[in-house]
T-cell receptor
């Protein structure tokens, strides 16, 4: 089944404790992206990747890192999480300019 | 940077009433996509519009792309409780540029 898999689904952590949210897709898509969703602000892009070893900043990249060492994986790294990074995070992928496939989301709480 | 404005932010309707959400871009788009996010779920692709003045229908949903390719709308006829959710438009400038999402319209349907 074609899908984008994110883990974990829920995460509670404390300020400053490094964490990684994993994202994997099985559709051989070149393009992958991370979004955060906050009430009233919609989906804001954090980082995206056009292909392996190519990453670019989105609209809200501060405090986040990503890597794209393999085509299928695109982890999101928070080196030193802060409470303002409490949010719902979505990973997505697509082929060319076709539709985006979204993961199920990761609800992150930073205390 | 490119912006996509979406209105209204919220809409409450009685079951059976019609519903419309509108998107406007500050720049001409190459295409626009629409997504639906059910409560607690992730965004799911509905449709893509590419041509100027294009109109597409999916059962009770009608999607339009403006002649200038700067605006779009989604109209639902005779809403049902299954239509509840947040509807997002997402515009793309062209080439391999990222999709820019509107903030979404949250639809509530009162039975």
């Amino acid at each position: 089944e074609a899908q984008v898999t994110q883990n974990p689904r829920y995460l509670i952590t404390v300020t400053g404790k490094k964490l990684t949210v994993t994202c994997s897709q099985n559709m051989n898509h070149e393009y992958m992206s991370w979004y955060r969703q906050d009430p009233g602000l919609g989906l804001r892009q954090i980082y995206y990747s056009m292909n392996v070893e190519v990453t670019d900043k989105g609209d809200v990249p501060e405090g986040y890192k990503v890597s794209r060492k393999e085509k299928r994986n695109f982890p999101l790294i928070l080196e030193s999480p802060s409470p303002n990074q409490t949010s719902l995070y979505f990973c997505a992928s697509r082929r060319g300019n076709e539709k985006l496939f979204f993961g199920s989301g990761t609800q992150l709480s930073v205390l | 940077g490119q912006q996509v404005m979406q209105i209204p932010q919220y809409q409450h309707v009685q079951e059976g009433e019609d519903f419309t959400t509108y998107c406007n871009s500050s720049t001409t788009l190459s295409n626009i996509q629409w997504y639906k996010q059910r409560p607690g779920g992730h965004p799911v692709f509905l449709i893509q519009l590419v041509k100027s003045g294009e109109v597409k229908k999916q059962k009770r949903l009608t999607f339009q792309f403006g002649e200038a390719k700067k605006n779009s709308s989604l109209h639902i006829t005779a809403t049902q409780t299954t239509d509840v959710g947040t509807y997002f438009c997402a515009g793309q400038l062209g080439g391999n540029t990222p999709l820019v999402f509107g903030k979404g319209t949250r639809l509530s349907v009162i039975a």
